[in-house]
């Protein structure tokens, strides 16, 4: 009895009741994927079959960052602390069951559990706690219960656990005397303590005491039990925790959550197998590098001057292409293609514009009317390139159209002509200039229409009339016709010429002349007028002059000659004179008429029948076997002795059909075929030579010539 008196009186003291309190919110079974906070430690029912139930700690705040050691601590120390418990002796260790035997209190009916949305409240181990509690005072064993108000107010203040921290301080306490953890079992925390209830208090309704009845022992035991299982549980979620935040720390409270722990890369194990580099492989890797740097450095350049380049290329438009213009005899020309190169970057990069205007020449309206017409490039600074074919495709010039300038078309036609100016980065003093060529071709008509001059537009009888033709573009020479015979045109200096002899007997007055040159028709008057003759009357036919040759007296010899073209005019050099050194007389002159046994009216009105007229010239030297010489330069074309009347002969040709013929020489110095030259030996005369000078078949008056009295062979 004093045992159980002791007992009974130590009871109160060791545990007191706590304060009537809000019942908590039942917590929910934790789910298979989710286990619920286990309690640092859980203290298994004592061997002699009693119950030593301790209280659960009141919830603490959660704290930023747990220690790894103390956890670790927590873990050996906690079933130390039960091993203590169950050694402690039996008479030191108080029953739960003396106040309720004391006082006996009937059990309340279990209040229902307020559904909370707060989340369930892990039990915790109170092992620090309960190794620190004092021993608490004797309390009033039968506290009052508290109002349910009071209860869901409780219930509402008490803090929740969050997701960073846990909900009690899972540090194990230091280890304690046997003495020391036989108080922590016998001594109950109370409210004020622990500030919160107890876990299989709040289980139970205000006011549970403990009682003898085997019905209470069942209860607690099975109470006991199910606390345990919560406990160990409990303690191996904490356990599992604690060894993940060990290999990952947990972050400073207010930071952002850790990233979740990467997962197991097999590769980054295989490469730090793998051996280091060697030096040259790591060389080589460090030059490939490199390569790779410059290789994006330059493909950037690259795009940059790309996109520089195609804004200049974009820039170079046609109004940077040059104008050149070109003018042919006054008429400027179209071009019919191009090809420039406009620079874009300098002389390395250009754009090209080209096009063909025409493919065919361009005929040119106008015909040319001169033989050397002019062509004007503008500028002048381009070289050029002048071709120009004739109708046969045949090549008539090429060169400079600046060299074109000196020349001159030989004949009217038509004409292909092709101009190409080109500049080139060799002529051009900025090499960033356009170069390029274009190209002109036409087509022309050369038309020239030549000159016809009449050169004595008054002649008289027995004289020599001139028509000059300008220079021709045809190959072909003029021609002549009209009422007056002539040898027609020779080639002179500049142009052709013909001269056209006058009979002695031409009819006086105006005569046409029609002249033709190069397909153009061009008509002349020629006014002759009538020349003063003399005659001569005798009573006999003895008495006439002797020897005569009259103009149809000519030996065959000599008159075949008179029908052979003549040559280049040899008198152009010195002119005409007289044969003879000395004076002669002319007994019968050019135009002179003999008659014989004409009246005394007929001889007063110098009208008659039967006289003859002299076409020649009958000369007399003032000595025998004179000297002659030649009047004028030209080819010999006949000397021999053609016997009779004729004598010695000498036929020489001074071109242009003007031919002097000499009869009656008693001696030869030149033969035929040689070439004579003006006061050069000619031969010797007889008693008298007859002299004559013819052109073509048609005889003149050699004394006018002789003495430059013949106005048409001045022109030459």
């Not at 007191?16 to 309690?39: E, I, L, M, V, Y």
């Not at 730090?272 to 490199?290: C, H, K, N, S, Y």
């Amino acid at each position: 009895m004093e045992e159980d008196k002791k007992s009974t009186a130590v009871q109160p003291e060791e545990a007191p009741k706590p304060k009537p309190r809000c019942r908590k919110a039942a917590s929910p079974q934790p789910a298979a994927d989710t286990p619920p906070a286990p309690t640092d430690s859980a203290e298994p029912p004592a061997a002699d079959g009693q119950s030593t139930k301790k209280p659960a700690a009141s919830p603490k705040k959660p704290r930023a960052k747990k220690n790894t050691k103390t956890t670790k601590t927590a873990k050996s120390k906690t079933p130390k602390a039960a091993k203590t418990t169950k050694k402690a002796p039996a008479d030191e260790t108080p029953e739960r069951k003396a106040p309720a035997q004391e006082s006996p209190v009937p059990a309340a009916p279990e209040l229902a559990e307020p559904k909370s949305e707060s989340k369930p409240e892990p039990p915790e181990t109170p092992a620090r706690e309960d190794a620190a509690a004092p021993t608490v005072p004797d309390v009033p064993s039968a506290p009052e219960l508290p109002e349910p108000a009071e209860r869901a107010e409780s219930a509402g203040t008490e803090p929740e656990p969050t997701a960073d921290a846990p909900a009690a301080d899972n540090t194990p306490a230091a280890e304690a005397p046997p003495e020391a953890a036989a108080a922590d079992t016998a001594v109950t925390d109370t409210p004020e303590q622990t500030g919160d209830v107890p876990a299989e208090d709040a289980a139970e309704p205000s006011g549970l005491v403990f009682s003898d009845d085997l019905a209470n022992d069942k209860a607690l035991a099975a109470e006991a039990a199910r606390m345990a299982n919560i406990s160990r549980t409990a303690q191996l979620s904490i356990a599992q925790i604690m060894a993940g935040l060990e290999e990952n720390p947990k972050p400073s409270a207010g930071s952002a959550p850790a990233p979740e722990a990467p997962q197991h890369d097999s590769a980054a194990d295989d490469e730090d197998d793998e051996p280091q580099d060697t030096i040259p492989q790591a060389l080589g890797r460090g030059v490939f590098g490199m390569f790779k740097w410059l290789l994006l450095v330059v493909l950037f350049v690259l795009i940059i001057a790309g996109g520089g380049v195609a804004w200049l290329y974009r820039s170079a438009t046609p109004d940077m292409l040059p104008e050149v213009k070109v003018t042919f005899d006054g008429q400027e020309l179209a071009p019919t293609a191009y090809k420039w190169h406009v620079p874009v970057v300098g002389s390395f990069f250009r754009r090209t514009y080209a096009e063909t205007l025409n493919s065919s020449p361009v005929v040119l309206e106008d015909a040319i009317s001169d033989a050397s017409p002019d062509i004007i490039v503008t500028p002048s600074d381009y070289s050029t390139q002048l071709t120009i074919t004739d109708a046969d495709k045949e090549t008539v010039y090429e060169g400079s159209a600046t060299g074109f300038r000196s020349y001159l078309f030989a004949e009217n036609g038509t004409f292909d002509a092709k101009l190409v100016v080109t500049a080139s980065d060799s002529a051009a003093e900025d090499r960033s200039s356009v170069t390029g060529t274009e190209t002109w071709q036409f087509r022309f008509t050369v038309s020239i229409k030549p000159s016809v001059t009449l050169c004595t537009p008054t002649v008289q009888q027995g004289s020599v009339a001139a028509v000059r033709v300008g220079s021709t573009m045809s190959r072909t020479e003029p021609t002549l016709t009209g009422p007056l015979e002539s040898t027609g045109f020779v080639r002179a200096a500049n142009g052709w010429i013909c001269y056209l002899p006058i009979p002695w007997n031409a009819e006086t007055g105006n005569t046409e002349l029609t002249v033709t040159a190069d397909g153009y028709t061009e008509t002349l008057t020629l006014s002759v007028r009538a020349a003063s003759y003399s005659y001569k009357d005798y009573s006999t036919k003895s008495q006439l002059t002797s020897p005569y040759i009259g103009a149809d007296d000519a030996p065959d010899a000599v008159r075949r000659l008179l029908t052979t073209d003549g040559g280049e005019i040899q008198w152009a050099v010195g002119g005409f004179v007289q044969p003879f050194l000395d004076s002669f007389d002319t007994p019968l002159l050019y135009g002179m008429t003999e008659y014989v046994g004409r009246s005394y009216s007929e001889r007063s009105t110098n009208y008659g029948y039967g006289g003859r007229t002299s076409t020649n010239v009958v000369i007399k030297p003032k000595k025998s076997k004179d000297s002659m010489i030649v009047p004028a330069s030209g080819h010999v074309l006949l000397a021999e002795d053609l016997g009779g009347s004729y004598g010695y002969t000498v036929v020489i040709d001074h071109g242009a059909g003007l031919r002097s013929i000499f009869y009656g020489l008693t001696a030869l110095d030149v033969k035929a075929g040689d070439d004579v030259k003006q006061g050069q030996l000619l031969g010797t005369s007889g008693r008298t030579v007859v002299a004559e000078l013819r052109i073509g078949t048609v005889p003149i008056n050699p004394l006018l010539v002789w003495r430059g009295q013949c106005d048409g062979l001045k022109y030459f």
